[in-house]
């Protein structure tokens, strides 16, 4: 029999607190299912201490007959944290870092009958793992937040594979193919594995086959013709399947990749070859109310938000090893990915530095085949120089992994350069107003200021923005206008420098943090996007970038007021933009200016900055005199490709709810996000309505945080999950100024929701 990999995730039973004399029996609590958050939290000025103490999850496994003989585990893909697994009463497995996955045999020890698989968590910061110890910049919210799987396999079963590609760039390409096995049970036994290579379509494109009697076993697919680059902008998938037939069974195991080459050099970035600028963000794993507990659509979004609505062609896994599913679909949609190590600034004593080291293993066996990953990093962000502890990081990593360079991101300057690529953490722009500060404004240091060093070495900026100058989605027009123009000066300078690989924003959206961060109110405001994934202007800087076949993007960033600004007026004003020229009438005037090259000289696409080089005082209208509407038009080769209009009078005029899918999986506990937005007459948003929203759900899905939302900066968002029920969802909402709205949704019994 081959292996059976079966969903875990429903029938849990969820209760406070935890007792190891317990652990046998069922406890009263909540039924729940999988991916759960410990505590559902409010959207801000919460105490984080609420999670940090112990939780217990118990579940009844049903013995059934194809158990017998075979190798049955139980498969966590992550659980936040310090796990303890228990199987009728007896500790199984415990597995203290919460971000990768661990499994819990259950093989020998399944009674005849109900089985209580009871699975401790403790949300504590236990300073003996990384992260903890220190101030950490995000929160680590307690649960069972990843997927668990109930695995079926005979005795002697595939463990993993590791693909490797050769020769990438001629006509004939190679593959490398490792499979390792497992043999708990330590029996002796011989067999064959065979391996596939198939495309997209399912065709078989090679096929090797060999004797083994080991734990691992090597191929090697040479002379294959006809094959197509996995690239960013075409990112062709290849599928590798493996079977094992033995005197004590079979199996068969399946992994996706790639064939691409990926180098950072001393003249920038490479992606097969060719050179290409990094431009990306920073993001977090967590969601508003429900934390790190959001199942695979939702992850998925947030890469085709990165990819599709921001334009970026990388994404740093800030802090710690990220979701399979958010790796899986970046591989599909072609973004790459710069993947990292649990941890921030604090270094622990040595155990704490050996789980470390243990996490660079896991993370690297576990995604070692993601064609979009081009980098690990393998320094605690943003920490020290340690010597001994990062030489074997490093050793480690190109062990295991020999086709991929290694980064480490620090902020300190001459740090100790171990890894293959300096990985920098640049946020000299904003210090010029620090006291005792004697340079003028910088968008980033050059290269060997920060490094120390003597020569050039591959370089890429990891972070910059953020702190230096958090924005709110409400915040007033000059403080986005200036948080926009720190982002455009950082892009440009980064462009504008061969040695510099490119540059990764912090970030993508705003999250929740410890009191020691953030506004004071849990949240740390330094997103591109607010918690809903709501775009702020500075959003448009790198959705702006992007070729105009692929979206056309003209976004003025501006509320247009006449009295929103200090003194008043809206000039100097941008236009975010990948247009040739922006048209803009004001009242019987018509000015069409072009992209500002002399500011933004490096940029794809500079925007367009309107200024008093363009109008007068007296024509934009002095304080006093009529404020007239606005009307943007943006041209490409002479032709008008995109217009705006802006209303001199806003006034409520619509509530637009909008749905990122109109289906979703019934099973599964499968989510779709909704924004709210307040609409003018022209349809923009009003940023100062500041109304609530009720929202009511008919039907089979479940409101995700409360049923009375606030607007701010005219938007808001929320999640809906599905119920394991199919059926129509009706969402109602309604505002005192903005009325009512409805839209229809279902949720699908058969899982064939699409977008």
């Keep these: 029999m081959m292996r059976s990999v079966t969903s875990f995730n429903d029938s849990w039973v969820f209760s406070e607190g935890f007792d190891a004399a317990d652990a046998g ?12 958050n410990a505590v559902e939290l409010p959207f801000n000025y919460f105490d984080e201490r609420c999670y940090q103490r112990a939780f217990t999850y118990q579940r009844v496994l049903a013995w059934r007959p194809d158990f017998s003989g075979r190798e049955v585990s139980l498969v966590f893909d992550a659980a936040m944290a310090d796990a303890v697994v228990y199987l009728n009463g007896e500790e199984i497995v415990a597995h203290r870092d919460g971000y990768t996955p661990f499994e819990a045999r259950l093989t020998d020890r399944l009674l005849e009958g109900d089985n209580l698989i009871t699975v401790k968590i403790d949300g504590s910061e236990n300073p003996e793992i990384p992260p903890f110890g220190g101030r950490i910049d995000y929160l680590t919210y307690a649960g069972i937040y990843r997927d668990v799987w109930l695995k079926v396999t005979d005795p002697v079963s595939i463990a993993n594979i590791k693909i490797e590609t050769r020769d990438v760039l001629s006509d004939t390409k190679a593959v490398s193919l490792r499979c390792d096995l497992s043999n708990p049970q330590g029996l002796s036994f011989s067999g064959t594995i065979s391996a596939l290579l198939k495309n997209a379509a399912g065709e078989v494109l090679a096929e090797v086959a060999g004797e083994t009697t080991g734990q691992s076993l090597a191929f090697e697919m040479d002379g294959l013709k006809g094959l197509s680059l996995w690239d960013i902008d075409d990112p062709v998938l290849y599928v590798i399947e493996v079977e094992l037939r033995t005197g004590q069974g079979s199996d068969c195991f399946a992994a996706h990749f790639g064939f691409r080459t990926a180098e950072f050099t001393t ?10 600028k990094i431009r990306g963000l920073n993001r977090h794993q967590s969601f508003p109310y429900v934390g790190y507990a959001m199942g695979r659509t939702a992850q998925e979004r947030d890469a085709d938000i990165m990819k599709h609505r921001l334009h970026c062609n990388l994404v740093r896994t800030s802090h710690y090893p990220q979701s399979k599913w958010f790796l899986d679909h970046c591989d599909r949609i072609g973004l790459l990915v710069f993947e990292e190590i649990p941890g921030w600034q604090h270094i622990g004593g040595e155990e704490w530095k050996q789980e470390a080291i243990r996490n660079v293993r896991r993370m690297i066996e576990r995604d070692w085949n993601h064609p979009s990953i081009v980098i690990w990093g393998v320094r605690i962000n943003e920490s020290q120089d340690s010597h001994d502890f990062y030489a074997e990081t490093n050793r480690l990593a190109r062990e295991l992994d020999p086709t991929r360079q290694t980064g480490g991101v620090r902020y300190i300057t001459d740090s100790e350069f171990l890894e293959d690529v300096y990985t920098m953490n640049d946020f000299i722009l904003g210090n010029e107003e620090l006291p005792g500060a004697n340079r003028p404004r910088t968008a980033l240091r050059p290269q060997q200021e920060c490094t120390g060093l003597p020569r050039k070495v591959p370089y890429l900026i990891t972070e910059f923005g953020g702190h230096m100058y958090p924005t709110k989605i409400y915040d007033q027009e000059q403080r986005q206008a200036e948080h926009v123009r720190r982002h ?23 999250y929740n943090t410890h009191k020691d961060f953030g506004s004071g109110d849990r949240i740390c405001y330094h997103g591109v996007m607010d918690m809903f994934r709501e775009p702020k202007f500075a959003a448009y800087v790198y959705a702006s970038q992007c070729d105009p076949s692929e979206e056309i993007v003209m976004k003025p960033v501006t509320f247009w007021a006449r009295g929103e600004r200090n003194i008043g007026g809206v000039l100097p004003l941008i236009v975010l933009t990948n247009c040739d020229e922006i048209e803009l009438k004001y009242g019987s005037l018509t000015k069409r200016v072009g992209p500002d090259r ?11 900055v309107i200024d008093h080089r363009h109008f007068t005082k007296d024509e934009l209208g002095v304080w006093g005199m009529k404020w007239e509407s606005a009307e943007f038009t ?12 802006m209303a001199a009078d806003p006034v409520p005029t619509t509530l637009q709810v909008e749905a990122d899918s109109k289906t979703l999986r019934a099973e599964g506990r499968d989510s779709v996000r909704l924004i709210l937005r307040a ?6 948003v009003q940023p100062f309505l500041n109304d609530a929203v009720d ?21 808001a968002g929320f999640w809906l999950e599905s119920t394991g029920a199919a059926g129509a969802i009706v969402v109602s909402v309604a505002s005192s100024r903005l009325g009512a709205a409805k839209l229809d949704l279902v949720a699908l019994a058969d899982g064939a929701a699409s977008a």
């Design 267 to 276: 003249e920038g970035f490479r992606l097969n070859g060719r050179p290409l």
């Design 488 to 510: 455009l000066e950082v892009l440009n300078a980064a462009y504008g420098d061969p040695g510099i690989s490119g540059a990764i924003g912090w970030c993508m959206f705003d």
């Design 695 to 715: 929202i009511e759900i008919h039907g089979p899905a479940r409101l995700v945080g409360p049923a009375r939302i606030v607007l701010q900066g005219g938007s």
């Design 634 to 645: 943006g041209f490409i080769a002479g032709k008008p490709v995109a217009d705006l209009r």
């Design 598 to 608: 002399e500011n933004f000289p490096h940029l794809p696409h500079p925007p367009v």
């Design 25 to 36: 029996t069922l406890r009263a609590g909540q039924p729940i299912s999988l991916p759960h």
């Design 679 to 684: 609409l003018d007459q022209a349809g923009n």
